[in-house]
C-alpha cells in the first residue's frame, strides 16, 4: 500500500519547488516532509527528488505525483456524489490539475476560459507555458494531465479534440517597413530584418517565410487540440467542456 500521506509530501515538493515551502502549504514542519519523502525513497527504492534549486523530480518522482493528481481527481468526484463524505471534507485543499498551454493561447481566448473554470470548481489548475507543437510532450511524459496543442494525433492512453485554428498576420511598425522593407517584401529583404520570436522552438515565422518566398502567400495559421489522459474524471471532462466551448467562442473553425 502507498503512503498517501508521504505522497502529498512529494508532490507538494515539486509543486512548490522546495521542502521548506512544501511545509508550509501542508502546516507542518520541513523535517517532516523530509522524513516522508526519506521513508517513500526507502519504500520504492529509488530517488524520487532532484535537491536543486528548485527541486525537481526523477522520472519515478514524476509518475508518482501524476498517480497523485489522479487520485485528487477522483476523490473530487467521489465527494461530488457523496454529499456526506464532501461535508467531512472541508478545509481539504484542493485538487490540482497541471496543463500544457501555448502562451498566444493564454494571452488571448483562453485565460478567460480557465479562470471561469476554476472559480467554479475545486481545482487548482497548474498551468506550464510551451510552444504549441511541443505541449503535447508534456503530456506523453506525464507531466501534465491535459494539454493545448498544434498535433492531432494523441498519445497513448489519451484523447484529443479539435479545438479551432488561429490566425497569425505579419506586422511591423511604419519605420520598421520604411527602413527593412521599403522595396518590397521579399527573401533578401527578410534576410536583412530582425524578427520576434518567442523562443527557440518557434518556427512560426520561418513557415511564413517559406510560404512567403516560394509559393502563393497565405495568412500564416495552425490549428489547435484538446488533449487529455483518459482519466475517468467529471472535473477533467468539466474542463475539457470548458476549454472546447472557449475554443469554438474565440477561434476559426478547424
Known amino acids: 500500500m502507498l503512503d498517501y500521506a508521504a505522497l502529498g509530501a512529494l508532490a507538494a515538493v515539486i509543486r512548490e519547488g522546495s521542502f521548506e515551502r512544501a511545509a508550509r502549504a501542508l502546516h507542518v514542519t520541513p523535517s517532516a516532509i523530509s522524513q516522508r519523502i526519506r521513508l517513500l525513497e526507502e519504500r520504492v527504492g ?9 527541486c525537481r523530480a526523477t522520472e519515478t518522482g514524476r509518475r508518482l505525483c501524476q498517480h497523485v493528481d489522479q487520485v485528487q481527481l477522483l476523490e473530487q468526484d467521489l465527494q461530488g456524489n457523496l454529499p456526506a463524505l ?6 481539504v485543499s484542493r485538487a490540482s490539475v497541471p496543463v500544457a498551454v501555448n502562451a498566444d493561447s493564454l494571452a488571448t481566448w483562453l485565460a478567460p476560459a480557465i479562470a471561469a473554470f476554476a472559480a467554479g470548481h475545486p481545482v487548482l489548475l497548474q498551468v506550464a507555458v510551451d510552444d504549441q507543437d511541443h505541449t503535447a510532450e508534456w503530456l ?3 507531466t501534465v494531465l491535459a494539454a493545448v ?7 497513448s492512453g489519451c484523447n484529443s479534440r479539435p479545438l479551432g485554428a488561429m490566425r497569425y498576420l505579419a506586422a511591423a511598425s511604419p519605420a520598421f517597413l520604411q527602413r527593412y522593407f521599403a522595396h518590397g517584401v521579399g527573401a533578401a529583404s527578410l534576410a536583412l530584418a530582425p524578427s520576434l520570436v518567442f523562443n527557440a ?7 511564413w517565410v517559406r510560404r512567403l518566398c516560394h509559393r502563393h502567400v497565405e495568412l500564416p495559421r495552425h490549428a489547435l487540440h484538446w488533449h487529455t489522459a483518459r482519466a475517468a474524471s467529471g472535473l477533467l471532462d468539466g474542463l475539457s467542456a470548458a476549454i472546447l466551448a472557449a475554443g469554438r467562442t474565440g477561434l476559426l473553425p478547424p
Open 46 to 54: 529509488c530517488a524520487l527528488v532532484i535537491r536543486d534549486q528548485p
Open 86 to 91: 464532501a461535508q467531512a471534507a472541508l478545509g
Open 201 to 207: 522552438k518557434d518556427e512560426l515565422q520561418s513557415r
Open 140 to 142: 506523453r511524459s506525464g
Open 149 to 155: 496543442s498544434a498535433m492531432a494525433r494523441p498519445a
